[in-house]
Nanobody, 124 residues
Framework: QVQLVESGGGLVQAGGSLRLSCAAS????????MGWFRQAPGKEREFVAA????????RYADSVKDRFTISRDNARKMVYLQMNSLKPEDTAVYYC?????????????????WGQGTQVTVSS
């Protein structure tokens, strides 16, 4: 069982930056791939970024590539999403998710645990 709590959301002007954090509790955090997803009003939830449990490989949605960076600190059981050059279309509730333990289902977008989300609003 993994519990996830996101923080770091807020209101920022276009072009600004935010860093989201996700604190995990439970055992074997390092065996879970971690991901960030977002859901804008009236839209379906979409994939943003993911980081593997083993080799640190990462994946990004095309819409955020070169602007967002996902990272993890296994010792602290934390996952981060650094968001730069923010755009109004990045406005959404951002969710942290865990996939595992082990395996490759995260590469198919299959996640087992979800946080409650944190609101990010980018003003133009």
């Amino acid at each position: 069982q993994v519990q996830l709590v996101e923080s770091g959301g807020g209101l920022v002007q276009a072009g600004g930056s935010l860093r989201l954090s996700c604190a995990a509790s439970g055992r074997a955090f390092s065996s879970y791939a971690m991901g960030w997803f977002r859901q804008a009003p009236g839209k379906e939830r979409e994939f943003v970024a993911a980081i593997s449990w083993n080799d640190g490989s990462t994946r990004y949605a095309d819409s955020v590539k070169d602007r967002f960076t996902i990272s993890r600190d296994n010792a602290r059981k934390m996952v981060y999403l650094q968001m730069n050059s923010l755009k109004p279309e990045d406005t959404a509730v951002y969710y942290c998710a865990a996939s595992g333990p082990w395996g490759s289902k995260w590469q198919r977008g299959e996640y087992d645990y979800w946080g409650q989300g944190t609101q990010v609003t980018v003003s133009s």
